[in-house]
Structure formats: structure tokens, C-alpha cells
């Protein structure tokens, strides 16, 4: 398994659950990324290709430190008494935590809900997504506003910025199961773009230009 991340075709009609790859692939490059893509284990920080092989021990990857998304590698069949999973929860104070099913079986009016996922839009926090079964995807803006698709699956977690212009959808499979994490009582409001005058986006546009390579990835 890898996690991979790729540039979407914006012109194509097709099925949002399809991987809308550019003919020919675009994948998210260490070009493109340059300089902004680190691993951090417990005895080594060093540079890695976009595209990793996964293991079941604990890791974070900041996919890129202008877009602020951050990831990590956990194990799906030990959420329950994850230690690195703890330690994250505490870290980053996520003291609110719910699972969730998204399929067309357990959401009511799915094909709206899924609709309305996938419809561009921004949250006054974090958004934080743990997949335990299944898979789906993320999908963000670079900061030339082209679309950069995601590809999460069993074991990933996945930190969303507050004011970073962003959708959701599953893909084929129809199925992901989702542990949801909150700072304090949950907020789901989405703000539908534009919301330039915002106070997350502008946060968030005001640390594409101040945050430094790597300096998220102090506190871990």
C-alpha cells in the first residue's frame, strides 16, 4: 500500500468517485513539493519521495508545509489502544471523538449528502479524519488553486487546516468507516466558497506565506 496524491483533471465530466487522473498522470512530484516533504520516526527524520510504502508503526508525513496538511500512519486494528494514536489526542487536545459509516446502506438521502461533501468548501477548524475500513478521498487547492486529489485508506489519518478549500467523496468502493476528532464540542458547519473573508482563510492565507519548511513537524 502507498499513499498517493495526485494533480485532478478540472475538465473532466466523469463519476466524482473515479481517480480523475490528467492523461498522462500528474502525480504530486518532490518537484512540485520541493524541499516540503519530510518523515518523522522515532530514531530518524529524513526525505522521502510523495508516494511511501506503509507500515504499521506510527508515522507523520507533512505532505506540504504551504498547503499545512498533515498525516499519519497508524494501525487501524488497534485503534482502541493505540499509544501513538493517543499521543496525538493528547498533543493536539482532540478530546472529542465519534465513528462514523458512509456508504448508501447506513446514510440516510445519500446521494445528496455525498453531493453536498463534495461541494468546495472551508470549516473554522481543523478537520480531522482517521480511516479505519475502506477508502476514499480528500481533495485540497494548492496555492494556485489547481485541485490535488488525496487517496486515503485503512490506517490513514489526515489533518485538514482550518480555511484550507477543500471536498470529500468516497471512491468506488462506496464504503469508508471514519474516526471523527474534535477540539471541544464538534463543529461541522462547511462554509461554502467563496469565503475569502472569512477569518480561518485569511489565517490560513496569511501561513502560506509565514509558515517554514518542517516546523510543524517540531512538535511531533
Given at each position: 500500500?502507498?499513499?498517493?496524491?495526485?494533480?485532478?483533471?478540472?475538465?473532466?465530466?466523469?463519476?466524482?468517485?473515479?481517480?480523475?487522473?490528467?492523461?498522462?498522470?500528474?502525480?504530486?512530484?518532490?518537484?512540485?513539493?520541493?524541499?516540503?516533504?519530510s518523515l518523522s520516526i522515532s530514531v530518524s527524520f529524513f526525505w522521502v519521495l510523495f508516494s511511501l510504502s506503509h507500515t504499521n508503526s506510527g508515522l507523520c508525513l507533512y505532505l506540504n508545509t504551504e498547503l499545512g496538511v498533515l498525516y499519519w500512519r497508524l494501525n487501524p486494528e488497534n485503534y482502541e489502544n493505540d499509544a501513538e494514536l493517543k499521543k496525538i489526542r493528547e498533543d493536539r487536545g482532540y478530546n472529542y471523538m465519534d465513528l462514523l459509516d458512509i456508504c448508501p446502506e447506513k446514510v440516510a438521502d445519500f446521494k445528496e449528502k455525498l453531493k453536498n461533501f463534495y461541494t468546495e468548501h472551508i470549516h473554522a477548524d481543523e478537520e480531522i479524519r482517521y480511516c479505519l475500513e475502506g477508502s476514499a478521498y480528500?481533495?485540497?487547492?494548492?496555492?494556485?488553486?489547481?485541485?490535488?486529489?488525496?487517496?486515503?485508506?485503512?490506517?490513514?489519518?489526515?489533518?485538514?487546516?482550518?480555511?484550507?478549500?477543500?471536498?470529500?467523496?468516497?471512491?468506488?468502493?462506496?464504503?469508508?468507516?471514519?474516526?471523527?476528532?474534535?477540539?471541544?464540542?464538534?463543529?461541522?458547519?462547511?462554509?461554502?466558497?467563496?469565503?475569502?473573508?472569512?477569518?480561518a482563510r485569511k489565517e490560513y492565507i496569511k501561513n502560506l506565506v509565514t509558515e517554514k519548511v518542517g516546523a510543524a513537524l517540531e512538535a511531533y
Open positions: 500500500m502507498a499513499i498517493e496524491a495526485w494533480f485532478m483533471d478540472e475538465t473532466s465530466g466523469e463519476d466524482q468517485r473515479l481517480p480523475r487522473h490528467c492523461y498522462p498522470k500528474e502525480l504530486v512530484s518532490p518537484d512540485y513539493l520541493a524541499g516540503q516533504i480528500f481533495d485540497v487547492r494548492d496555492k494556485y488553486d489547481r485541485w490535488i486529489r488525496i487517496w486515503i485508506k485503512a490506517g490513514d489519518l489526515i489533518i485538514l487546516p482550518a480555511g484550507i478549500y477543500h471536498r470529500f467523496t468516497l471512491d468506488t468502493g462506496d464504503y469508508v468507516k471514519l474516526m471523527r476528532l474534535f477540539v471541544g464540542e464538534p463543529v461541522w458547519t462547511a462554509h461554502n466558497r467563496p469565503q475569502e473573508d472569512h477569518p
